[in-house]
């Protein structure tokens, strides 16, 4: 399967470096690019693609804004992955909120772009998540209407548990081996606490766990 992505970037040369790069994959097919928000929201409608490689900031419409109006469309939106810079870490958490399913540091190298792109549209909520946690744990605590503990209390104590291990950034086989299950097991534990706390991702769990206090930043 081919996966379709719009770039959306107000600098034209970054857009035109991600479509050659992408479009070099067998596997990855640049749908359209969008030099603002409000633009990338207008072709995410028409284009239908499977993957967003979204900007934070633009004019017209920022991508955090644009984030929340493209997720919040449709019963299967696209995947949103955000670029941001360790200068810009605060988007993170915002984006995350927003509803990204995740992001890429502006810096990487394209074959981490890549790769990237391609996890997203897999799935997989969040790249790169040993830095996610860090930065999402440095602002949660800054969020209006925390969830309380409250939000935690119709997961049994194993899926508690398991929510900690997920906002900690382990796949379901390491989430596996920390609780010496079988891969197919945590899996299941991974999607019953999803459909109980009404999340979409794991990108929306981490975050929920950090409000509530379950995970706390290292150190």
Do not use: W
Request: glycine share 8%; charged share 20%.
């Amino acid at each position: 399967m081919t996966i379709r992505v719009l770039v959306v970037d107000d600098q034209a040369m970054v857009r035109e470096s991600f479509r050659v790069a992408l479009d070099s994959q067998p596997d990855v097919e640049v749908a359209g690019e969008a030099g603002t928000g409000a633009e990338a929201v207008a072709l995410a409608r028409d284009l239908a693609p499977d993957v967003v490689l979204m900007d934070v900031r633009m004019p017209v419409m920022d991508g955090l804004q644009a984030t929340r109006h493209i997720v919040g469309s449709g019963d299967a939106p696209p995947k949103v992955l955000v670029l941001t810079t360790f200068d810009l870490d605060e988007h993170v958490y915002g984006a995350l909120r927003a509803g990204a399913s995740g992001f890429m540091l502006k810096d990487a190298p394209l074959s981490d772009l890549i790769n990237a792109v391609r996890v997203v549209a897999a799935g997989h909520a969040l790249f790169a998540p040993s830095v996610t946690r860090r930065l999402v744990a440095a602002y949660a605590d800054r969020a209006p209407g925390k969830p309380s503990d409250a939000a935690l209390r119709h997961l049994t104590p194993r899926e508690v548990e398991v929510l900690r291990l997920i906002a900690r950034g382990l796949s379901n086989a390491e989430i596996a081996g920390a609780l010496t299950i079988a891969e197919q097991t945590a899996k299941s534990h991974v999607s019953r606490v999803l459909t109980k706390l009404g999340l979409r991702d794991r990108a929306q769990a981490v975050v929920l766990a950090y409000e509530c206090g379950l995970v706390v930043p290292a150190g």
